[in-house]
């Protein structure tokens, strides 16, 4: 079992940057995936980014690419989603999640591929 919490959420103004962290204790051994998820008030949950276990891939969705970066710190059993160049529409309740499970590359950023989840931090950015 993994347990995974999420902090560094808060407001900002645009053009402002944050970073987020998601700290794992458990069996992280067994993890093959850890992805930072987002959802706004009446919106679907979206992937944002992951990061890959095997092979250390890192899919962006289209919409952060280039403005956030998520990388993690194995002695610290934590990953990091780093946000820079903020904008109001990245305005969210941002998840950290984890798997256990093998999956294909292409589903990387779908909720249902993950098992564990955190309780989610807020991210606020004003103009």
């Known amino acids: 079992q993994v347990q995974l919490v999420e902090s560094g959420g808060g407001s900002v103004q645009a053009g402002g940057s944050l970073r987020l962290s998601c700290e794992a204790s458990g069996s992280t051994s067994t993890i093959t995936s850890v992805a930072w998820f987002r959802q706004a008030p009446g919106k679907e949950r979206e992937g944002v980014a992951a990061?890959?276990?095997?092979?250390?891939?890192?899919p962006y969705d289209d919409s952060v690419k280039g403005r956030f970066t998520i990388s993690r710190d194995d002695a610290k059993n934590t990953v990091y989603l780093q946000m820079n160049n903020l904008k109001p529409a990245d305005t969210a309740l941002y998840y950290c999640a984890a798997t256990t499970t093998t999956f294909l590359l292409w589903n990387s950023l779908r909720p249902n591929t993950y098992n564990y989840w955190g309780q989610g931090t807020q991210v606020t950015v004003s103009s």
């Open positions: 990061l890959i276990t095997e092979g250390g891939l890192t």
